[in-house]
């Protein structure tokens, strides 16, 4: 049997359906041939029968193609076994489509790329965004060294540490600050400007956005986009006061958390999730379709005005999971900080 993943470069969603093709033929007679296409082009979407990236072709076809499917070079999601959306079809649906028997193996209800549990009644957002954001966390001792000191830096102070602070965390693992950040940067894990300079480090950016987050006993930040935002308490350890708009009426919204609590002016403010996945950096590929909204009916009327992209609509208790699931531990204690925000000692001289 021939299959065929059609994908846009670098789909973080591509390792998940490779994951759950391997999970759904394991105790099955079967020979696989699996090839990947990497397509970036409309056009050769359109001519290779792509509907959003990762599409599985089985000896040519499509077996998950729904009526109306349109060719698209932007995520794809599809239908989870709980209701709700996934960035790759569950073992269960590649078992259907590859035309095998049930596994004597349970199922995980919540097997690597799921959002939410079956429980869960809200729509799920895309695996991709947790997919890549978990990927790109460092390991190297020096660059977690680094990465952190750069999130409490804005946590603290609303931008990040100076170059001399860098550098002494640097020379610890006697290597460059420089050399530190370029490797983040090309991990996707912080962006740099044109001149190295610290841009954003996921949540937190130094330049304007729609989401303002006073942080408390600390300071009021950007946020790369409304996840990122309500994923900033949980990362921290602290209660937050959120600020942003809907992009469609311009009304206020303002989200508290306090003591673990969520309320929300209006109470029927809502995310859309929405990403170009594997379309560069998720800065440029996702951050700018991850918006609140005051109510579902304006976040539908935004996504109908962008059919380019595919998304979900989210309420907020399953926006913050999110946030938390991809931004809780990013600063798990270590021997050199507790986990909650601190502000950085003053510099040495």
């Not at 480090?201 to 304007?208: E, K, N």
Request: hydrophobic share 40%.
């Amino acid at each position: 049997m021939k299959l065929e993943i059609l994908q846009v470069p670098d789909c973080p969603s591509v390792a998940v359906l490779e994951d759950r093709i391997r999970r759904a033929t394991e105790g099955h007679p079967i020979v696989l041939e699996i090839s990947h296409r990497v397509i970036d082009d409309p056009d050769e979407a359109a001519a290779a029968g792509m509907a959003g990236s990762p599409t599985l072709l089985v000896d040519g076809v499509d077996p998950f193609a729904v009526p109306g499917q349109v060719p698209s070079v932007s995520c794809r999601l599809y239908r989870s076994e709980s209701g709700g959306m996934d960035g790759a079809p569950s073992v269960g649906a590649l078992r259907a489509a590859l035309r095998l028997g049930p596994s004597d193996t349970p199922e995980d209800s919540r097997a690597a790329g799921d959002c939410c549990p079956p429980s869960d009644t809200a729509d799920c957002p895309a695996s991709g965004l947790t997919t890549w954001r978990s990927a790109a966390q460092p390991a190297d001792p020096a660059e977690k060294a680094i990465h952190q000191a750069v999130l409490r830096g804005f946590a603290a102070t609303g931008r990040p540490p100076s170059a001399a602070e860098l550098a002494r965390i640097a020379a610890r693992f006697d290597v460059s600050a420089a050399s530190v950040l370029a490797r983040l940067h090309a991990a996707d894990v912080i962006r740099l400007d044109t001149t190295g300079a610290i841009a954003s480090a996921y949540p937190f950016s130094t330049s304007p956005t729609p989401h303002r987050v006073r942080i408390n006993d600390g300071a009021t930040v950007y946020a790369m986009c409304a996840v990122d935002a309500l994923g900033m308490p949980a990362m921290l350890g602290t209660d937050a006061v959120i600020t942003s708009a809907d992009p469609v009426t311009s009304e206020p919204i303002q989200i508290t958390i306090r003591a673990g609590e969520l309320t929300a002016q209006p109470a029927t403010t809502v995310v859309f999730l929405g990403a170009r996945a594997g379309e560069g950096p998720s800065a440029d590929s996702c951050c700018n379709d991850l918006n609140f909204f005051t109510d579902r009916d304006t976040a539908q009327r935004w996504s109908d005005a962008h059919p380019h992209l595919d998304g979900a609509i989210l309420d907020l208790a399953a926006a913050r999971r999110l946030g938390e699931d991809i931004f809780g531990a990013q600063l798990a204690a270590t021997s050199d900080h507790p986990a909650t925000l601190s502000r950085p000692a003053p510099p040495q001289h």
